[in-house]
Every structure is written in structure tokens, then in C-alpha cells.
């Protein structure tokens, strides 16, 4: 496994082996494919820890936010959205495009900082110092990325202050310090924003210290509009002759009257029925509806109707049954009987 360090000339290095330089890239090729004349900070080319590029990636509108904060802004960022709409997802094709190294850990309550700094173990017979997540970005620059930062016990969460204000880091178990890489970045997410749930859809998120909160820049992070996720089903599903055309209108649909329902967007005509349903369908839902309906397509030549049964297995059987209900009513009002 390559181990990431900072020389005094800007360079990772292992060992005598040159790793990638911390450079001036150009913002428009990088995110657009058309040059712009402005410099983004990124490394000039990936490693082990870079995240792959999806072909199928559709930029969400927030990410335009994102991109205005890796060119000019050093601040620690907290982006807070609905579950499965691609926050994770987005943040990873940022680095991806910028050949950003990319240390992820997911939080919970009984997260401890040795999690994230590191902790001595035994190699070969010998105990060595091994950096955590954390300790990786600082030391050799790259993408740090807590996700469901609002699961965190707040006295662990509120230990981070310190690297939150951009102060170097010391590890007490070898007595080091650790100076933040200029590549250096904190990212976190949340379904919350810190302040707590009003939902009563994330069980376990927890009300963080303000004073930790106040020391990030804040994003909201929503959905991609339908035209978006159609046009992801059209390159993943329809183009690749998987399913077709309809199948997928149905679905997109479908994701698109239960969250306008959940967020009291229906318009009158719309609204009848829909009274009480209180799940949104994310994107990553969506997905994976699409998936099932494909893999369950040869079903429908034994009577089964496809698109109920992978909306159940996709979506429909994580929620209660009043919810169930109501989602079966909803795709018979789009889609009828039809399967396929």
C-alpha cells in the first residue's frame, strides 16, 4: 500500500519513489472540458486513493457550490441533504476530476479519535505507528470525508475544533506533529444539519455543539430533478436495451409524486390519495428500482407484474404499510396495469 508523506518541496514521496505533485490545474477542463483561465489546486495525477470516474455521473445543481468552494475556499464543509441523493457521490467525482486522494469513514456514536488519527499495531513482530484517515489528508493532502457526521457523539465531534480552525495536528502516542497539507480538505456530511432531526426519519442523529457547526461552511444537497435521473436511466437502462422506455418514464414519475407528496409540493389534482405519505424515494432508490425491474424482467411472463414487484424489493418493503399502501396506489395511477 502506498503511504503518502510531505517533502520539503511540495511532493508526496515514498521512499525514493516520486508520487504526484500538488499543482495549478485549469477549473473549466477539469469540470466542463473547455478551458477557463481559472486555476483550481489539484495533483497532476491519481493514486491508489483517488476515486474512479462513473460515466454516468449527472452533476447535481449543488455542486456547483462545491465546485466554487475547492477553488476558493481552505474552509471545512458540511453538506446536509436527504438520504441517497448523492452527496457522497458527488464529493467523490470532484476528486476524481481533480486526482484528489480520498480518505472516507463513515461516523457513529462510537466513533473515537484513535479511529480517525491512528493507533500503534503489530507488523512483522514489530509495533509501528499507523495514521489513521485523518491523519493521511493532513499529512499528504487530499479529500477527508466523515459521512453522517450528525451520528457522532458531540464531546468526540467537538475534539475536531482544532483542525477545523487549521491547526496542525499532534499525535500524543508518538508526540509528532502533523502540519496540514496545503491540499488539505474537511468534508462532512449529514442527513441533518447539526441541529437535529425534525423528520423523525434519521433515528440516532444527534444535536452537534454549535460551536462546532459554526466552524463549516454549510451546503444543502437535494435530489436530481427528473429530467436528471431520466437521463441516467436512459444511458444505464434504455440506451443498453434493458428496459424500456416506458418502464423507466414510469419509474421517474412514480420518485416524482412521492416526493412532491412528502414535501407538500402536489398540486390539487395531484395531492388525491397521496394524504400521509411520509417517505421520500431518493435517487439511489431510483437506482436500484431500475435495477430490479431488470433483473426481475423475465417474471413477467409468468403474470408477475415487474414494476411492483421491484418497487417492493427496491423500496416499497423498508417502509410501514400504511406508506406501502399508498406507494402501490401510486404507481397503479401511473403506470395501470402495465409491467412491461
Request: proline share 5%; glycine share 8%.
Amino acid at each position: 500500500m502506498k503511504a503518502l508523506f510531505v517533502s520539503s518541496n511540495n511532493q508526496h514521496t515514498k521512499g525514493d519513489m516520486k508520487m504526484a505533485d500538488y499543482i495549478a490545474l485549469d477549473a473549466g477542463e477539469r469540470f466542463s472540458g473547455r478551458t477557463s483561465g481559472t486555476s483550481v489546486m489539484g495533483f497532476s495525477e491519481p493514486c491508489e486513493h483517488t476515486p474512479k470516474r462513473m460515466d454516468t455521473f449527472i452533476p447535481p445543481e449543488w455542486m456547483r457550490d462545491f465546485i466554487l468552494w475547492t477553488i476558493h475556499s481552505k474552509e471545512p464543509v458540511y453538506i446536509t441533504g436527504p438520504t441517497g441523493c448523492g452527496k457522497t457521490a458527488t464529493v467523490k467525482q470532484v476528486a476524481s476530476m481533480l486526482n484528489y486522494p480520498m480518505y472516507e469513514i463513515t461516523g457513529h456514536s462510537r466513533l473515537e479519535t484513535p479511529d480517525l488519527i491512528g493507533h500503534f499495531a503489530l507488523v512483522e513482530g514489530n509495533t509501528v505507528w499507523q495514521d489513521g484517515p485523518l491523519t493521511k489528508a493532513m499529512r499528504g493532502g487530499g479529500y477527508f470525508l466523515i459521512n453522517e457526521m450528525d451520528l457522532l457523539d458531540p464531546s468526540t465531534a467537538a475534539g475536531l475544533n482544532t483542525i477545523l480552525d487549521g491547526s496542525p495536528l499532534c499525535i500524543a502516542e508518538t508526540a509528532e506533529v502533523v502540519q496540514p497539507h496545503p491540499g488539505f480538505r474537511f468534508i462532512a456530511t449529514g442527513n441533518t444539519n447539526g441541529a437535529g432531526d425534525d423528520s423523525g426519519l434519521y433515528t440516532g442523529t444527534l444535536r452537534q455543539n454549535f460551536a462546532l457547526q459554526n466552524r463549516f461552511v454549510q451546503f444543502e444537497a437535494d435530489y436530481l430533478t427528473p429530467r436528471q435521473e431520466r437521463a441516467i436511466l436512459t444511458r444505464m437502462y434504455e440506451d443498453a436495451g434493458k428496459l424500456p422506455a416506458k418502464v423507466c418514464d414510469n419509474i421517474i414519475e412514480v420518485a416524482r409524486l412521492v416526493r412532491a407528496a412528502f414535501c407538500g409540493t402536489t398540486s390539487e389534482d395531484e395531492s388525491q390519495g397521496l394524504a400521509g405519505l411520509a417517505v421520500p424515494m431518493s435517487t439511489r432508490s431510483v437506482l436500484r428500482w431500475a435495477e430490479w425491474a431488470y433483473i426481475a424482467k423475465p417474471l413477467a411472463q409468468r403474470g408477475v407484474n415487474v414494476l411492483e414487484y421491484s418497487m417492493d424489493r427496491a423500496f416499497a418493503n423498508a417502509v410501514d404499510k400504511g406508506n406501502k399502501v399508498v406507494l402501490h396506489e401510486v404507481l397503479q395511477r401511473v403506470a395501470g396495469e402495465e409491467s412491461f
